[in-house]
């Protein structure tokens, strides 16, 4: 299973909507794709999904390219857009019958059953869709993306507009799926990002502007800082000599940020020195980096 874009380009008219990007999405997991407002990610989904075509350059999903096998990536593939389009006047289970004929699933009544239960529409699958609730509007678009049992999944800010609960449902959806999937989900929830997905692709103004894991991606902002507390106030000028010190910053009288040289852990070293400097340590604690500072970082110039 594989997702791999290879420089390439989106033009809406004279706007240069994707601009020659390339990434590559190995085996089963879920991938992040974030980016502000307008930044192409929809764009890029509906290319890899054989909704529109590119201007220019490759898409391939498991080595076939998007607009060479167009009929056979749509059997591989579930695509849940941004807005998805559902029949209002159809019933859930009606809907989702409808579906499963048109990919021609083998055993349909048994896949659509599992589509429900997977999907919890149980207690709306006798319902007219034009009267469900967003969210399970939401679901059944999932539920209608699962029934042929797809290699790769492109979901659309799948969660946007669902209450809480619903959320936490559809994220541990999602992340079940990714244990067998390649899932590629497009987010601005960071939380939800730093929830389920194990890497992350960014991308603004049609560039790709970071690729890989979400821990390490973290850290590319704000480096290894260490929060350390002090009975009483330090002398920080001898702090800031120490080799494995890059920056000292302080936040209140007796607590200060500690950055590590070569984004290295130094909790074990500050310790070390806090003893041999008859300092005492109330606390001393990893910083949490966050996953909204390097977004910050890598778009701001957009926004
Ligand atoms: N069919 C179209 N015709 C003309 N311009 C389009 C079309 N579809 C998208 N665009 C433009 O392409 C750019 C990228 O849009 P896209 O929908 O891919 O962004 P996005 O990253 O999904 O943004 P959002 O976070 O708001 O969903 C925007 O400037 C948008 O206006
Ligand atoms: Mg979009």
Avoid at 79 to 101: G, I, Q, R, S, W
Avoid at 115 to 120: D, K, Q, R, S, W
């Amino acid at each position: 299973m594989s997702i791999n874009v290879k420089n390439l380009f989106k033009y809406y008219g004279t706007q240069e909507v994707l601009k020659g990007i390339s990434f590559d999405i190995e085996g089963s997991g879920v991938t992040g794709f974030l980016g502000p407002n307008g930044a192409g990610k929809s764009t890029m989904m509906k290319i890899l999904s054989g909704v529109i075509s590119p201007s220019s350059g490759s898409a391939k999903i498991n080595d076939m390219d998007v607009l060479v096998y167009p009929k056979k990536i749509k059997s591989i593939t579930g695509y849940l857009p941004e807005h998805n389009p559902l029949y209002l006047d159809m019933y859930v289970k009606e809907f989702l019958y409808m579906t499963a004929t048109i990919y021609k699933v083998p055993q349909k009544q048994k896949a659509v059953s599992k589509a429900i239960e997977m999907t919890g529409l149980g207690s709306e699958q006798t319902k007219r869709i034009g009267n469900l609730s967003k969210g399970y509007r939401q679901r059944v678009g999932l539920a209608q993306n699962l029934l042929h049992n797809p290699d790769v999944l492109i979901l659309d800010e799948p969660t946007t507009g669902l209450d809480p609960n619903q959320i936490v449902d559809i994220r541990n959806l999602i992340k079940e799926m990714g244990k067998e999937k390649t899932v590629m989900l497009s987010s601005h929830i960071m939380q939800e990002v730093e929830a389920i997905c194990g890497n992350i692709i960014i991308i603004n103004n049609g560039e790709i502007v970071a690729d890989g894991l979400t821990s390490s991606l973290k850290l590319q902002a704000t480096g290894q800082v260490t929060e350390v507390e002090f009975l009483e106030p330090p002398n920080t000028d001898i702090l800031e000599r120490e080799d494995f010190v890059e920056t000292v910053n302080s936040t209140k009288p007796n607590v200060f940020l500690v950055k590590g040289c070569n984004n290295r852990d130094i909790r074990p070293e500050l310790f070390k020195w806090a003893v041999k400097n008859n300092m005492t340590i109330i606390s001393l604690q990893q910083k949490e980096s966050r996953l909204e500072d390097i977004f910050r970082l890598l778009t701001k110039q957009n926004s």
